[in-house]
């Protein structure tokens, strides 16, 4: 019978080497898991919750700079990855700084993720009122269990939380840096997502199941978006998009040209 750690680093390397699968599974698994226990989210919202006081964006202004810290941070990302295009197309002799892969993937995996599948499918269309919003904690809504079509709520509702899966989104880094610093990278990304997410369910905007969920949303796009851009596509692509570049950068540097002659 094989030892105990053992047994949990071959189950390591099984979830590794199938990421896309083990990301489902632990997506169904979390699912249901909230499903059966919707009185987990009440009672981590409740951690919070202060019924004189109300939640605790309230009584301090920290759960509001961390959340602006990490609406800083994203797009401090978004910018690293655009503005060498910009460049190339100013001065379209110089060497494109960034992968157009990379700007592809980085972009790509936040439309689809926090954008689209999180922001415009699941928070306007769920109905699931927010935990500051409901009966428990002062509100006049009702409670819904994660996943459950609800009318509580109209429009950019809580589930799923649309800044935890913003700043899960940065673990697109990981998959950007070189092999040997994916782990202490991963680490520190997935510690400042960690704590924005927290300081959503800290100020009653969310309970832990919107964002456990829209994380890994997020992480099925990442991974996909790994396959699709980073690796699927033929190695002289980088040349041929930065070439495209050079030239619409000429050919705007000569009709702007003209239009000052």
Not at 176 to 189: K, M, S
Request: net charge neutral; with cysteine.
């Amino acid at each position: 019978m094989p030892r105990l750690p053992a047994v949990f680093c071959n189950e390591a390397r099984d979830a590794l080497a199938r990421p896309v699968l083990s990301a489902v599974l632990l997506l169904v698994f979390v699912s249901l898991a909230f499903v059966a226990l919707p009185g987990l989210d009440l009672a981590v919202s409740r951690f919070f919750y202060d019924p004189a006081a109300g939640f605790l964006d309230r009584r301090t202004g920290l759960v509001d700079f961390v959340r602006e810290t990490g609406r800083l941070v994203e797009w401090l990302l978004a910018i690293g990855v655009t503005a060498p295009l910009l460049l190339k197309l100013l001065f379209p002799e110089s060497e494109l700084l960034v992968h157009p892969r990379t700007t592809l993937f980085v972009l790509a995996s936040y439309l689809i993720g926090p954008g689209l599948i999180v922001n415009l499918i699941l928070k306007d269309h769920w109905g699931r009122a927010r935990p500051h919003q409901i009966v428990e904690f002062g509100g006049d809504a009702v409670f819904s269990s994660v996943w459950w079509l609800s009318d509580q709520c109209q429009r950019n509702c809580s589930f799923a939380s649309g800044e935890g899966a913003s700043a899960f989104w940065l673990m697109a880094i990981v998959f950007l840096v070189p092999e040997e610093r994916r782990w202490p990278v991963g680490v520190a990304t997935l510690a400042f997502a960690t704590l924005v997410s927290l300081a959503r369910i800290a100020g009653g905007g969310h309970f832990l199941s919107d964002v456990l969920v829209a994380w890994l949303i997020v992480l099925l796009v990442l991974l996909l978006s790994d396959r699709l851009f980073l690796k699927a596509l033929p190695p002289q692509f980088d040349s041929a998009a930065e070439a495209k570049l050079g030239h619409a950068g000429q050919a705007l540097r000569n009709k702007i040209g003209a239009w000052l002659s």
